[in-house]
Structures are given as structure tokens and as C-alpha cells.
């Protein structure tokens, strides 16, 4: 069973950048499709973006051209490179394997602020 822990989020201005990872234990992570949602106060946990075993990406609406998924399966992590952030990107950020999901684990609070 993959075990999941998020790291990298923080306070940041608007406009400004953050680099979010996901290191997995298990050697399943290589073959698993990998997603980061978020979940903001008083709104739905949504998904922003999932990345395939083989890099394939799709991204929600909210943050296209803005953020960017990647992942080193050698290294065994997931990661989100977060540009141009905005206001309402304020939430905190999980990562789980998709399509099925398995246990969330604590995720990353990410502040947009000025």
C-alpha cells in the first residue's frame, strides 16, 4: 500500500511561486496515475491535476497554464510547481493515487496572501 506525504506549501504573495512534493512509499507508485487536489475552506476537495504512469497530464480549468505536474518515479515523488498564484489557490493540497484513491494523508497548506 503506497503511504503518502506532502511537503513544500507555506504563505506566498500573489503572483508569486511554490514548489509542492509528494514523496510514496511502495514500489506501485511507478505504475500508479497520481493526482493533486485541494480542498479550500467551506468548498469540496477538487482535483487539479493527475499525471499518468507515463507522464500524460490533464489540469483542472482553474490553474491551466499556471501550474505543473510532474513526477520521478525513480525518487518515488509526486510533484506540483505552482506559478502566478493566486488568492483563491489558498487551500490545503493533497496527493493520492487515482482512479482508485487510496488512504489521504495529511496534506500541505497553501497561503496566497498579501
Known amino acids: 500500500q503506497v503511504q503518502l506525504v506532502e511537503s513544500g506549501g507555506g504563505l506566498v504573495q500573489p503572483g508569486g511561486s511554490l514548489r509542492l512534493s509528494c514523496a510514496a512509499s511502495g514500489n506501485i507508485f511507478r505504475i500508479s496515475t497520481m493526482g493533486w487536489y485541494r480542498q479550500a475552506p467551506g468548498k469540496q476537495r477538487e482535483l487539479v491535476a493527475k499525471?499518468?504512469?507515463?507522464?500524460?497530464?490533464n489540469y483542472a480549468d482553474s490553474i491551466k497554464g499556471r501550474f505543473t505536474i510532474s513526477r520521478d518515479n525513480a525518487k518515488n515523488t509526486l510533484y506540483l510547481q505552482m506559478n502566478s498564484l493566486k488568492p483563491e489557490d489558498t487551500a490545503v493540497y493533497y496527493c493520492n493515487k487515482a482512479s482508485p484513491f487510496g488512504s489521504w494523508g495529511q496534506g500541505t497548506q497553501v497561503t496566497v496572501s498579501s
Open positions: 499525471i499518468t504512469a507515463g507522464g500524460s497530464t
